[in-house]
């Protein structure tokens, strides 16, 4: 069997998508293909969002926010959205999630770190769904 492919979207690329990305390329330990994408993807990672990753000893600061492309979603197994909307295509087949975060853009690392913290027990869980025992 082939490794599944999960793809994180939300507007900006630069926040809880990049660190839903980063953690579970760590926790995933190359078992998953891990993409990361943005409907309107911002000119650099948030820098809180880098710090409270840091925190962690996983470095997301050389990732670049990237355009969403009906490709990266062809091609994933998983979709999971964090407050894209309706700007993510559909395609039947996939499995997709929509996973309600606040947003880190604008805040501190204080404020990030939840954030943070619940992106990690989601990524946690959906390790053990793709990648059972």
């Not at 390329?25 to 840091?54: F, T, Y």
């Not at 559909?90 to 990030?112: H, M, N, S, T």
């Amino acid at each position: 069997m082939s490794k599944p492919t999960v793809l994180f979207v939300c507007v900006h690329n630069a926040g809880r998508s990049q660190m839903a990305a980063g953690y579970l390329r760590h926790l995933g330990k190359d078992r998953i293909e891990v993409l990361s994408a943005g409907s309107a993807p911002a000119a650099s990672i948030n820098p809180a969002a880098v710090a409270a990753m840091a925190e962690e000893g996983i470095d997301i600061a050389a990732e670049q926010p990237k355009l969403l492309t009906t490709d990266a979603v062809k091609e994933s197994d998983v979709v999971i959205t964090m407050g894209c909307g309706d700007t993510c295509p559909f395609y039947p087949g996939k499995r997709y999630e929509d996973w309600v975060l606040e947003d880190p853009a604008g805040q501190g690392i204080e404020a990030v770190r939840p954030i943070r913290d619940e992106i990690r027990a989601r990524v946690e869980k959906l390790i053990s769904e793709l990648t059972p025992s």
